[in-house]
């Protein structure tokens, strides 16, 4: 075989972050397109994922922000021609689009050659059955496994192989569909639902407590094969292992079982013929050598991310020299740029993986971990014990632990969590062992192994010795060492954590900076790929020069995941560009700011206060730049300015005039600008009184949070005191504020750059959705299409006033209300905001580069369009509510997407339709169900209902509806809601009419936007999630997507790269 | 760290010192210091009678996870004479350990000591190059100077005192046991292969022609000092008897056939060595563990390399070009490592 030259290959990205599919498709498209572009190929790249930096204007060579469906991709390699395409670099969504393509004979049509693993491979490891059958030819074990299009065969095979079975649906992400099951009825149950998104299910061997390993494996069309990393996951088989902390490399593992499951996947790998990267999963148990592969990833995974990050081998760029026909050998291991790419990373520490999940943000949402992915995102931690990597990465987490101790929560019922998995248990098996319990004693309520046990006991063991000692220089090291926190340490010393700070710069307990170099230090490399630990008595390098620190953006969660991450990419290659060098730190394995040829020096450590000051003190930069990363590092700023720290850009006072809810409407009084009338929040009775004042909804908010974490809209007084009491527990430091929610007024967003005070650069984006849906789950469209141009003016006029006040440099983010022409302002960020990358590429105008230029003082003089441009953009949310069982799946003031998707159109209709389809929604074919609460809300939607009706669609609808829609002359099915009274014999029920598969969208506008109550509608809602039918529930979307549809077709929609607009 | 631990210390023969903690036996020791970049195997390594005389440091900073396994010994003994480590772990998890590793350390009259910058000393040896050193228990005074153990025939204190017999077929090997590992003994009487295991000086010359094959076993230190091994292997030549050599026998081989050896400046111990098969893009991951190696210049011109190391280029395998002679500085039998070059012994017994 020889080395492959095509000319132009498509490349298929993954689109907008949901749970089970996330970031990490932007770090391994973004090395494939590096891979190709240096052989001079060209690469087409189709995603709509606009916040990647795989979607940036040097990255691909076209870029098409299209729904990544196959008719929408048929249409795009009709127009391209390229005469190759990469199927493994998006995920399980350009895999699946991928093989559509092959089936329909859309590649040979059009001569496109699959690169890489062929597909007849990808096909066998996405068959369960074929799957099993090929393993079983060479000799490997697969987990018993019956295959079942029906639920009754589903129960026989269950029969067969005996209760508890593991249930898994095949062509799925991220496990979805899977889960244990004990008995008969429960399986009935979860086949209907699983049967209605996947043809086929898989009745398995339950394999619950067996050890959870996986290899990372490559291979070259020479047949040389790999493991570039294995890791085990502490958490047995029966969790996900997205849902499992996973550490690497393996550590219960004797050479033996190492290197026999290393064989296993080599052999299955080369049957399968996988040519570029594998992930290969095994269930091992723990009282004998018998061992099961579950399943095979024929692509780029999380896991290959992970594995990535974890051992410093660019998996994703070497398997896209492979699939050019490169061999192994031909290629260097990047890192020592001497050594050979064929070879085994030789780690010298730990990393660890901690999933984050985000469940508290729906009240109803089944907190419980199990088969199926839940968490939104991970960090990884790197250190040289077991206990540093489990404190650090809980730090890392974000969630408010400051370790695995000492922190501000009590759990009484640790022996149902450790029994009964939530995201919980680490802390759980902790308090089980301060409460007195034995490594043997949980380890048979949870299957953990007994070493994991041994070293979380270790960890609480150390507590108790910091508590009762004295702090010497030894003792401090110590508890260095298990990881704590100086932060951990003053509270169990009760004092603060600067005295420690001192105390330990004084004793000289400082960490040391390691190197990742692939070979365990057997080899010089000149390596820039970094972390801290304590472990250690010499640093690998020495302080750098002229350079400054961004901060990252921590773990992918909701409200900050992928757009924050593209602006530190843009942040750091603006540093370079400017002359600096750059130091990047950030946790998040799913990044490209944490691949190590982008910045100069990378810290893959923690973003907390002690160790950014441990890095500032070690590197001596010329200053820290906080406003790239989001919420994390925004919140870091006047901390860091205590500590004299050099912040870069607006003064970390002024970002705590617009942070604090309370000070920030303070200075709106004085600057006399109009504002929701607000109180800050003192007491109950105030609070009270003040609703009473100026009527309800009230609207609840608290300060220095992010993606509105215990905002809340308060109907009455009974909700607005428990909602009170929750924004009191989540930001105890800062004050909350609550104002008057105001109904029916449009949002308008400005995202910009000031410099001194002074507006550089702007965009300005309308919702359609009215305010009250948070701005990350609200569509957003630039240009404004229906905000008066009179309103423009003022807006911009109130926003110059209030970047002066505050002394703006740097990126900003301002939110307005504007209802009947008047504006008020609701909320400010000085920092990058979410909605960057969009309005960037909206704009062709780089906003974070050019924010990261006023802050380092540049001159800005930008030319920019504002209004007149010849196309809209619309950015739509992605939501993952199929995941997160039990969730209420309605848009409300707490951001609840995980994602966002962003489409150009030449018109409004056009360009709303392509991001909600890119977003997942499709033309219904026949059958739309409406539910619509309020009376105004069905007079507002008749018209568009007339439309549909006229378009042929067959309606459904529940009763009060119904009755509204027969008295407008609206033929339409009348379904009963499961509470109805006096149902009539022959009555239909909405959930059965849902569960049959008759509605192809459902219409449901609530009466009110709360996230709280389980009514009907959330039992329609939920339905609809659960069986993966469209659902809208806002009434402007309804309205805007009802004339979509009825004036465009598919068809109509245009096949347009990014640089023809 | 356990609160009752002993401190320790590392002393390099340029007298640099590492502070630590002692594991395993309170009793100094001295020795050449080695690193090893391998992630699993420890039980493995330290009965591998090819580390006989060295101070073995893992690169890899838990050691001791999984006990002390009723398997995966090379020998019947530990032959590290010392173990460095980051943080040592008493508190072992697995079915098949037997004993800590703490515990079967003090058994054998081993010291460890841990708590030490292993990468720090890693690079340290990587740049200077392997040196001496001694662990020294409890500042306990340790004077005089340290012996090269490769200046001492190390062969001699591992190899077997009489021949052995194993297994039983028509097709028998002679080994020649320069430090056998127990590994590779399985894997010839896996293939259903009758074995004669003779010392490393044993004159076999007289009883090759009852023998289909000779094996050249791995070991430690210098070849050189193999001066009766070498000796009868020359011989062994010209009666065209196929052979193969493992590691130390690869190079015994070399210096038979009349090429040089010399000593690598920290050699190659781990289990991620990539090789290349000759003029092909056949790779194999090998498991290494080598302080010396062929000079490839002063190979002979009726033999070739056969395999080579990706990252340095160094020889790792070398081949008669008309002859059934081979042998590979890399360890086909694994264990630890990979096993991706176990084929070699199906490769040799084709020749018999």
């Known amino acids: ?1061 | 760290m356990k609160e009752d631990s002993t401190p320790a210390k590392l002393i390099l023969e340029d007298e640099t010192v590492y502070n630590g903690f002692s594991f395993g036996s309170e009793t100094n020791t001295d020795g050449e210091v080695v690193f090893n970049t391998g992630m699993v195997g420890y039980t493995e390594s330290m009965t591998d009678p090819s580390y006989r005389g060295q101070i073995l440091v893992y690169t890899y900073p838990l050691i001791g996870s999984y006990g002390v396994t009723d398997h995966g010994w090379e020998s019947s003994e530990l032959q590290i004479r010392g173990v460095v480590a980051a943080n040592y772990q008493p508190d072992y998890s697995h079915w098949h350990a037997v004993k800590s590793l703490g515990d079967w350390l003090i058994e054998n009259d081993i010291p460890g000591i841990h708590g030490i910058d292993t990468r720090a000393l890693t690079k340290k040896l990587r740049t200077h190059g392997v040196m001496l050193g001694k662990i020294s228990i409890n500042n306990q005074n340790q004077s005089g100077k340290i012996t090269d153990p490769n200046k001492t025939n190390l062969v001699n204190e591992v190899s077997v005192k009489k021949p052995i017999w194993y297994g039983k077929s028509k097709k028998q090997i002679l080994l020649v046991d320069c430090g056998v590992k127990t590994s590779i003994i399985d894997d010839f009487i896996k293939r259903g292969i009758k074995i004669k295991r003779v010392p490393w000086n044993y004159n076999y010359l007289k009883e090759l022609n009852e023998f289909d094959g000779l094996f050249l076993s791995n070991g430690p230190g210098d070849p050189k000092m193999c001066k009766d091994t070498i000796k009868f292997t020359t011989e062994a030549f010209k009666s065209g008897i196929p052979q193969f050599g493992i590691c130390l026998g690869s190079q015994i081989q070399a210096l038979a056939a009349g090429a040089n050896t010399y000593k690598l400046k920290y050699g190659h111990r781990g289990q991620n060595q990539p090789c290349i098969l000759a003029n092909s893009k056949k790779c194999i991951l090998t498991s290494q563990n080598h302080g010396y190696a062929v000079k490839e210049s002063t190979i002979p011109s009726q033999w070739q390399v056969n395999y080579r190391n990706l990252n340095d280029n160094s020889v790792e395998g070398i081949k008669h070009k008309s002859k059934p002679f081979f042998s590979v500085q890399f360890h086909p039998e694994a264990n630890p490592g990979p096993t991706d070059a176990n084929f070699l012994f199906d490769e040799f017994i084709k020749t018999l």
């Not at chain 1, 498709?25 to 087409?44: H, M, N, P, R, T």
């Not at chain 1, 149902?416 to 490594?439: C, H, L, S, W, Y």
């Not at chain 1, 001192?502 to 960490?511: E, I, W």
């Open chain 1, 1 to 1061: 075989m020889s080395i492959l030259k095509p000319k132009k290959v498509i490349l298929l990205g993954s689109g907008g972050l949901k749970i089970g599919q996330a970031g990490e498709f932007d770090y391994s498209g973004s090395q494939a397109i590096k891979a190709l572009k240096e052989e001079g190929i060209k690469v087409v790249l189709v995603n709509p994922n606009i916040a990647t930096v795989q979607t940036d204007e040097d990255m691909a060579d076209e870029i098409y922000f299209l729904p990544l469906t196959a008719n929408i991709i048929t249409r795009v390699i009709k127009k391209e021609r390229p005469d190759a395409i990469l199927l493994s670099f998006g995920g399980q969504t350009a895999l699946n689009v991928g093989l559509e393509l092959e089936d329909k004979g859309v590649l040979k049509k059009y001569g496109v050659t699959v690169l890489g693993t062929p597909t007849s491979s990808i096909r066998i490891s996405e068959d369960r059955e074929l799957f099993a059958k090929n393993l079983e030819k060479i000799n490997v074990s697969v987990a018993e496994s019956i295959a079942i299009n029906t639920v009754q065969k589903g129960i026989r095979a269950a029969k067969k192989i005996g209760y508890p079975i593991m249930m898994r649906s095949a062509y799925a992400l991220g496990g979805e569909g899977s889960g244990v099951v004990r008995n008969e009825q429960q399986l009935e149950k979860k086949l209907n639902e699983a049967l209605s998104t996947a043809p086929q299910v898989l009745i398995e061997e339950y394999l619950g407590g067996w050890k959870e390993i996986e290899y990372e494996v490559v291979r070259d069309s020479y047949d040389n094969c790999v493991t570039v990393c294995n890791m085990e996951n502490m958490d047995p088989m029966g969790i996900h292992t997205g849902e499992s902390i996973v550490v690497a490399p393996s550590q219960t593992l004797t050479n033996r079982e190492y290197h026999m499951l290393r064989s296993v996947a080599i052999k299955t790998v080369r049957h399968l013929k996988i040519i570029g990267e594998c992930n290969i999963q095994y269930a091992l148990d723990p009282k004998s050598e018998e061992y099961r592969v579950i399943e095979v990833n024929a692509r780029l995974s999380r896991s290959s991310a992970l594995a990535s990050k974890a051992t410093g081998y660019p998996l994703a760029w070497i398997a896209a020299k492979l699939a050019l026909g490169y061999s192994l050998s031909d290629l260097k291991n990047s890192i020592t740029k001497t050594t050979s790419a064929f070879f085994e990373p030789a780690l010298d520490y730990i990393a660890l993986k901690i999933p984050r999940w985000d469940l508290k943000k729906f009240k109803d949402a089944d907190r419980t971990i199990s088969s199926e992915m839940k968490s939104v995102g991970e960090i990884m931690a790197l250190g040289r014990s077991f206990g540093e990597v489990l404190q650090k990465g809980l730090r890392m987490t974000n969630t408010g632990d400051i370790g695995l101790v000492a922190n501000d929560k009590t759990i009484k019922d640790y022996i149902d969590i450790i029994k009964n998995p939530t995201d919980q248990r680490v802390f759980a098996i902790a308090e089980a062992f301060k409460k007195g319990m034995t490594i043997d004693a949980i380890h048979n309520l949870c299957k953990i192994d007994k070493w994991f046990l041994s070293k979380i006991k270790a960890i609480v063991e150390e507590e108790e010795q910091i508590k009762n000692n004295p702090l010497t220089k030894k003792s401090l090291l110590k508890a260095k060492q298990f990881g704590f926190s100086d932060e951990q340490i003053s509270i169990l010393k009760n004092t603060t954590e600067n005295s420690i700070r001192s105390k330990r710069k004084k004793l000289n307990v400082l960490p040391v900076v390691k190197q990742i170099d692939t070979l365990a230090g057997e080899f010089p490399a000149k390596t820039n790929y970094l972390y801290m630990t304590y472990h250690g008595t010499e640093n690998d390098i020495k302080k750098g020069g002229k350079q400054l620190v961004v901060l990252g953006s921590g773990p992918y969660r909701i409200g900050s995941s992928v757009e924050f991450d593209w602006c530190c990419v843009q942040a750091v290659k603006t540093i370079k560009k400017e002359g600096y060098k750059s130091i990047m730190i950030n946790c998040n394995p799913e990044t490209v700011s944490t691949d190590y040829d982008v910045c100069d020096r990378l810290y893959f450590d923690e973003l907390s206060l002690e160790r950014v000051l441990d890095i500032y003190e070690f590197e001596h930069p010329q200053g820290v730049i906080i406003s790239m990363g989001g919420q994390i590092a925004n919140n870091l700023a006047m901390d860091l300015q205590k500590a004299n720290v050099k912040i870069l850009g607006t003064s970390p006072n002024d970002i705590d005039r617009a942070e604090n809810r309370s000070k920030f409407s303070k200075l709106l009084d004085t600057l006399n600008i109009d504002q929701p009338e607000w109180r800050e929040l003192s007491s109950l009775s105030e609070a009270k009184k003040f609703a009473h004042e100026v009527g309800y909804p009230i609207l609840i908010r608290p300060s220095y949070v992010l993606s509105g974490a215990a905002m809340n809209v308060a109907f009455d007084e009974v909700h607005l005191e428990s909602y009170l009491q929750q924004a009191a527990e989540i930001s105890k430091k800062h004050p909350a504020v609550i104002s008057k929610f105001v109904e029916g007024a449009r949002e308008i967003e400005f995202d910009g750059v000031a410099q001194n005070g002074e507006l550089k650069v702007y965009a300005m984006t309308e919702h359609i959705e009215n305010a009250g849906v948070h701005s990350g789950d609200a569509h957003a469209v630039f240009p404004p299409q229906k905000t008066y141009i009179e309103t423009i003016r003022r807006t911009k006029k109130r926003l110059q006033e209030v970047l002066k006040a505050l002394n703006i440099t740097g990126p900003f983010n301002i939110q307005f209300l504007a209802k009947n022409n008047q504006i008020k302002i609701i909320e400010l960020n000085l920092r990058a905001s979410r909605s960057f990358p969009f309005v960037s590429k909206s704009t062709k105008i780089n906003f974070a580069a050019i924010a990261t230029q006023a802050i380092l003082g540049k001159d800005i003089n930008v030319d920019f369009k504002r209004f007149d441009l010849n196309y809209v953009t619309v950015k739509a949310p992605q939501f993952s509510f199929s995941r997160i069982k039990g969730a209420d799946p309605i848009l409300y003031v707490e951001m609840g997407s995980t994602g966002e998707v962003a489409t150009f159109g030449d018109g409004y209709q056009e360009a709303v339709l392509k991001s909600m389809m890119a977003a997942g929604y499709s033309i219904p074919k026949k059958s739309i169900l409406l539910s619509i609460g309020k009376d105004i809300d069905k007079t507002k939607m008749l018209p568009f209902i007339n439309k549909l009706f006229k378009k042929g669609y067959k309606l459904y609808a529940t009763e009060g509806t119904s009755d509204y829609l027969s008295k407008n002359d609206k033929k339409n099915i009348k379904l009963y809601k499961v509470s109805a009274k006096n149902k009539p014999t022959n009555a239909q029920n909405v959930l059965d009419c849902i569960n049959s598969g008759k509605i192809d969208l459902i219409i449901n506008i609530p009466r009110k936007y709360s996230r709280r109550e389980l009514t009907d509608g959330y039992y329609i809602r939920r339905t609809a999630v659960d069986y993966q039918i469209p659902l809208i529930s806002n009434l402007q979307i309804a309205k805007i997507f009802s004339n979509a549809i009825c004036n465009l077709t598919e068809d109509d929609l245009t096949i347009k790269a990014w640089s023809e607009y």
